[in-house]
């Protein structure tokens, strides 16, 4: 199996600067459109011959270094019972919003993982046994849950879930502590399904400052990551405008911290120290500006990255859906061309 | 006249520390939601005596130390003949995205504001004279108003202002250079009125990473600060998830720069040095919490901004529409009996 991914997670000098991208699966393949143009997205997660399909299509096209499994970061809440649809152009809506502790005491757990995610955990397994790249296994971190559960859907402010958060600190500990469990067991099967690394895509959780952050997010994270910690795999912990939070992602026990494109790498490896892999970071919609712009775009990425081994190359933040393939297949041939790091970390 | 908001933003001792809010005027305000009742948007603004009215109103009831003035940040492309809209809920509207050299050189500029932002003028005029506060003018950012101009309106990715930006930077140049005389004009005809500071809010060019903000927003923004230096009147410049931006707004020219909430003060002012005044940054939305948690929330702010003069109370961006207005008395209220910081800068 290509190994180059785990090796720059575990900061190991490697024969080739492994890339992935965040949301490769889907959006802007065309042979993943031609799966959903016959599929609803929870029909696509509830198979695991689809999911390990879908998973596959940009290990084919693009030639990345790791398969991130097909799903939605919301996936083990409906899992567990928590009435939630994907709304195009929208994102998850769900029907009953978490604004009380009765609310947060009536919410599900997730029993029985291998019944209801099978899909997943399937799509995982079969990938895994593809053997040929390893299986990027994830979920949504709490803070981000919680804001979907509070606020009934996406959010510009974030208003009601920081008014819970500061207003009502037990009801919000209360609910992160449910989130934090559910996220825990849908990462142990995941892993056990297969997945040979993992990341909590606490997307929004930006939207926090480092004191309220440290006080009503990081436990609950830290809680998750401690808990896979005994299975060895490397734990990725992302979100995006996380310029202050770095840090704090590697104190709960990040393995490698996904940065987004505001801030330059050489920037977040000195604030991380050397103890820490890094992931990213080329704005995704530089993807959309041509070649020259793309390749200009990379060269700033690996040179901000530095000599040091531990950085694995990824977008910024998601692939958007009007990407060129054929752009972000030349950007992993022109990255695998590069010299990868080699000096002691 | 009180001068604690001029005094602060020139780093010098002040009898207390000043407060006003981003976006005071308006919002919140059922004061302002009966003026509204009657009047649209635009009305308000085109009329001097109603955008007097509006600015003072949280003058008059909060006690903050400056009053910005009610408009909007595409009020002068509005003026010059631009096509816009504001559309409640979704925000400004472009009858015509720019996306070709064409496109930019057909254009207005904004060449009669006496006439075409009367009201706005009138307005800052009428609270001049009122000579209680000082009087904040203020304009979009040249990156966020091309953003608005390129997508056609509001945007998540800013794909379509990037994608220009990296594939065409002679169009984007263009682009840019218009925004920047527009800006410039409107500002130097806001001082002129009586305007005693100005903030440029460049709200969303932290949707870009550092080196892209050097070479595609910091020339048109630097321009304009230069243009009204000699106006002599202080200089901010604000967006939000500008934590690895605020050193360049310093270097564009800004006085004073403004955080939001996710940099904590003695981070931000660390980065900048002492030969600028910081603005900000309670979490607008910890204003929904409860006075305990706004409280202990100010407080957190005041510690980190230091013993140096040079800070400016604010929130870390607007007031959110469904804060209590009680609240915002009472945080004005508790920052007035707070000590002002004394030591040399």
């Known amino acids: 199996m290509n190994d180059s991914f785990l090796r720059a997670c575990r900061r190991e000098p490697a024969d080739r600067i492994p890339v992935w991208f965040m949301r490769q699966a889907g959006r802007c393949l065309p042979e993943y459109r031609a799966v959903r143009a016959e599929h609803e997205m929870f029909d696509v997660m509830h198979s695991a011959e689809l999911t390990a399909l879908v998973t596959q299509q940009p290990v084919k096209r693009f030639g990345v270094d790791a398969a991130v499994i097909f799903s939605d970061i919301v996936a083990p809440l409906q899992a567990a019972g928590v009435d939630v649809k994907l709304v195009a152009e929208v994102g998850p809506v769900f029907a009953n919003p978490i604004r009380t502790s009765a609310d947060v005491a009536a919410l599900p757990r997730l029993a029985d993982p291998s019944s209801s995610m099978a899909g997943l955990l399937g799509g995982i397994a079969q990938v895994a046994e593809a053997d040929e790249v390893p299986v990027i296994g ?8 919680a804001s979907y559960l509070v606020e009934g859907g996406p959010s510009r402010d974030y208003a009601k879930t920081k008014a819970l958060m500061h207003g009502s600190p037990d009801v919000w500990d209360a609910l992160m502590d449910v989130l934090a469990d559910i996220t825990t067991t849908s990462l142990l099967a995941q892993i056990d399904a297969g997945a040979s690394a993992v990341q909590i895509f606490d997307s929004w959780v930006g939207a926090l400052d480092p004191d309220t952050y440290r006080r009503y997010a990081l436990p609950a994270t830290a809680s998750v990551l401690q808990a896979v910690a005994s299975r060895g795999v490397p734990r990725i912990v992302f979100g995006v405008s996380t310029g202050e939070l770095l840090t704090l992602f590697a104190e709960a026990g990040a393995d490698v911290v996904g940065v987004d494109w ?17 992931q990213g970071n080329l704005d995704p919609a530089i993807c959309l500006a041509g070649w020259p712009a793309v390749e200009a775009g990379a060269r700033r990425v690996l040179d901000a990255a530095g000599s040091a081994p531990g950085h694995v190359f990824n977008l910024g933040w998601g692939v958007l859906p009007s990407t060129d393939p054929e752009v972000l297949t030349q950007l992993v041939d022109w990255v695998h061309r590069q010299p990868p790091p080699t000096d002691a970390p």
């Open 138 to 145: 994830f979920c949504g971190g709490p803070f981000t849950l």
């Open 262 to 278: 505001r801030v330059p790498l050489d920037l977040a490896r000195a604030r991380l120290g050397p103890n820490v892999a890094v």
